[in-house]
């Protein structure tokens, strides 16, 4: 597709429940990015891949959030056991060059209510 | 530890005047900058950008400075319009770094008619 596509828009998932959200990144962009957007605006980098490969998860906290991008599938980001911290909206985002140029082409995002 | 500081978390301006905002950076490494518009409800969407063999990126309305001594960026819009109220991230990243980029915590705009 010609814009990065994220599902579902809202999602509400009780304290201890599993949360999985999805992206089909633009077709042709090798690169799939997901940021957490909590209060105050800020984007926290959570994982990328290079095609189906990590390319660098150093955001990814070790426990519980885990992502995968498996070929001919849209990208996903799954959380079990979510925490009320979860709560926040789930940005995805692709490009096409592995260097740091380039922009980044955002999803409209995810927004996770953990209640 | 946030190393894209917008220090200004909103700004108002009058329709036609200069809209100017500002970020600040704290790794020397960062060799890339881009700035982001977000509506409400939407995803970040890219605006202009700036290398840091530059110091100045221009796009119609939009002009990017990059101060590198003073690891600081801004972003000018002349004249500004009711539609660029939204918010404006910075970001920044480091070809070491990998591809990641480091966003700013944002400014909001208002552009008042």
């Known amino acids: 597709g010609e814009e990065v596509a994220q599902t579902p828009k809202h999602l509400v998932r009780g304290e201890g429940q599993k949360a999985k959200l999805y992206c089909a990144p633009i077709k042709g962009h090798s690169y799939v990015f997901w940021y957490q957007q909590v209060l105050k605006n800020e984007f926290k980098f959570l994982i990328s891949?290079?095609?189906?490969?990590?390319?660098?998860e150093t955001g990814m906290p070790k426990e519980r959030f885990s992502a995968k991008c498996l070929p001919n599938s849209p990208c996903s980001l799954e959380i079990q056991a979510t925490k009320l911290e979860d709560s926040a909206v789930y940005f995805c985002?692709?490009?096409?060059?592995?260097?740091?140029?380039?922009?980044?082409?955002f999803g409209e995002g995810s927004r996770l209510t953990v209640l | 530890d946030q190393q894209v500081k917008q220090n200004s978390p909103s700004l108002s301006v009058q329709e036609g005047r200069i809209s100017i905002l500002n970020c600040d950076y704290t790794n020397s490494m960062f060799d890339y900058f881009l700035w982001y518009k977000k509506y409400p409800a939407e995803g970040p969407t890219f605006l202009i950008s700036?290398?840091?063999?530059?110091d100045k990126n221009e796009d119609g309305r939009f002009t990017v400075f990059l101060n590198k001594s003073a690891k600081h960026l801004s972003l000018h819009i002349v004249p500004s319009q009711p539609g660029d109220s939204a918010v404006y991230f910075c970001?920044?990243?480091?070809?070491?770094?990998?591809?990641?980029?480091?966003f700013g915590t944002g400014t909001s705009l208002t552009v008042i008619p």
């Open positions: 970001a920044a990243s480091a070809k070491v770094a990998g591809n990641q980029f480091y």
């Open positions: 891949f290079q095609n189906e490969n990590v390319f660098d």
């Open positions: 985002a692709s490009k096409t060059v592995g260097t740091n140029t380039g922009e980044l082409f």
């Open positions: 700036i290398s840091s063999i530059k």
